[in-house]
């Protein structure tokens, strides 16, 4: 995929997209190319990370701030989704973007973290909310936390807009 593939097909602002990679605020997740003035190719896992890290950005999240969410997001959709078991052909950092389950990301106060997801093959569909963790270094768990502002990504979502078509779970949602 090409950077400006990615900015259709997510809505990004271009020039934010190819600020981040000229700035390297990619590089954990895009690899570099050499010089300017080249079409630059982009592999499926590359792409939904860079466009999660601009989505992020653009919503007025800070370069650190924004690369350590996705860098949250990516830990816990690995170890939810593979080292659990609960959906092992979903990765879309590594472009397995199929999924029929809700991935949500949910970003509170712009200081805490949690993922929530159906996945749970014991879990009867309902939707299971993991704990609140702090973002920065050390990361704590946050029992108590309740944030005023929540700000949710729907990895789903993102994820079928490199598939091509809504995830099934969007498509249920919307015949009713």
């Not at 890290?53 to 690995?78: D, M, N, W």
Request: charged share 30%; aromatic share 8%; hydrophobic share 40%.
């Amino acid at each position: 995929m090409q950077v400006g593939e990615l900015v259709k097909r997510m809505d990004l602002p271009p020039k934010l997209v190819k600020y981040t990679l000229e700035h390297g605020h990619a590089d954990r997740w895009v690899e570099r190319t050499a010089g300017s003035g080249h079409h630059r190719d982009i592999a499926p896992g590359e792409a939904f990370a860079l466009g999660l890290l601009v989505k992020l950005k653009s919503q007025g999240f800070q370069t650190g701030k924004a690369r350590e969410c996705v860098e949250l997001v990516e830990e816990a959709v690995r170890g939810i989704a593979r080292l659990l078991g609960w959906a092992p052909q979903f990765n879309p950092f590594t472009g397995d973007f199929e999924t029929t389950q809700s991935w949500i990301a949910d970003i509170g106060d712009r200081r805490a973290f949690r993922m929530l997801t159906d996945a749970n093959p014991s879990g009867g569909g309902r939707l299971e909310e993991f704990g609140w963790i702090s973002l920065g270094r050390p990361r704590r768990k946050l029992p108590d936390f309740q944030p005023e502002i929540t700000i949710r990504i729907d990895l789903g979502l993102i994820a079928s807009r490199f598939r091509g078509k809504p995830p099934a779970i969007l498509k249920a949602r919307s015949n009713r």
